[in-house]
């Protein structure tokens, strides 16, 4: 599972807090003690794997360190419904401000490694392996990815300085795979793999030609898949791609493919329902 850099992220996690509360929580000033401390528990409303609970013990930690957090389970963990998922305990004005920002990274994230976690059931008993993508909502991609680790999945690139895709775009823009594949090959730093996006065979044989490392299949029918896979014969690796979220991901699985890119998983999961109880 990867690690979250929390340096990187305390500063979304600071404009987080600022965002929901404003100039000041008004109603927990207004009727909760400055003396007043509480005891909760965080609870599972479904069943799910929970990724995030650093990010909202990190959250209570910016509002007032004095918030105790105590995980019951880890990040990557299966819950059921009605599961302890951590304790808290501290100042109730310091807990009642930050409730809101810790459980909506909680639920989104947790959110993301079930549906990974989903995804990764599916294709049991295969060689494939679930990757993520770039579709991730603007400023959050450091923990979406993260949470993706957490139900099994594998992180693709980053960013657009962490690998070479070439699109359709970028194909009809440089003139063709063949052309794009030599003209990065005189520019790439390193060795950076090269991966080229394919919708058809005929494009498969000219990416291979040109030196694809990764070869991405591109909303191809499974047996059109397959044949690709049966061509590429283990010169390049190679990626399906294209609404998979909406596909049969063991048939997919079972064409051969190295790799699923699923876009879905990071941006259209619906939150998992968790709650904070008062004790």
Do not use: W
């Not at 490392?213 to 049966?230: F, G, Q, R, S, T």
């Not at 590429?232 to 890119?261: P, Q």
């Amino acid at each position: 599972m990867k690690e979250l850099n929390y340096e990187k992220i305390d500063n979304l996690l600071r404009l987080a807090l600022d965002e929901d509360i404003g100039t000041g929580d008004i109603t927990t000033i207004a009727c909760v003690p400055e003396t007043a401390v509480s005891n909760g528990r965080f609870i599972a409303k479904e069943p799910g794997v929970i990724s995030g609970l650093d990010v909202l013990m990190r959250v209570f930690e910016l509002i007032d360190d004095s918030v105790s957090v105590t995980k019951l389970v880890s990040d990557g963990d299966s819950v059921r419904k009605s599961d302890v998922i951590a304790t808290i305990s501290g100042p109730s004005r310091a807990i009642l401000t930050g409730e809101r920002t810790a459980l909506n990274f909680l639920q989104h994230m947790s959110a993301i490694a079930t549906r990974t976690a989903e995804a990764v059931r599916e294709i049991d008993g295969t060689k494939t392996k679930i990757l993520d993508t770039r579709k991730t909502t603007p400023g959050l991609r450091a923990i979406e990815k993260y949470a993706v680790t957490c139900g099994g999945g594998t992180n693709h690139r980053y960013n657009l300085a962490d690998g070479v895709l070439i699109k359709d775009n970028h194909i009809n823009a440089a003139g063709g795979i063949t052309n794009a594949v030599k003209q990065t090959k005189l520019q790439a730093v390193g060795k950076i793999k090269i991966e080229v996006e394919t919708e058809t065979l005929e494009q498969v044989k000219e990416a291979l030609s040109a030196g694809a490392d990764i070869i991405m299949l591109d909303n191809m029918a499974p047996d059109l898949m397959a044949e690709a896979v049966k061509l590429i014969n283990g010169r390049a690796l190679t990626e399906a791609s294209g609404n998979m979220g909406e596909r049969d991901l063991k048939t997919i699985a079972e064409t051969g493919v190295d790799f699923i890119s699923i876009g879905a998983l990071t941006h259209s999961v619906k939150a998992m329902d968790i709650s904070l109880r008062f004790d």
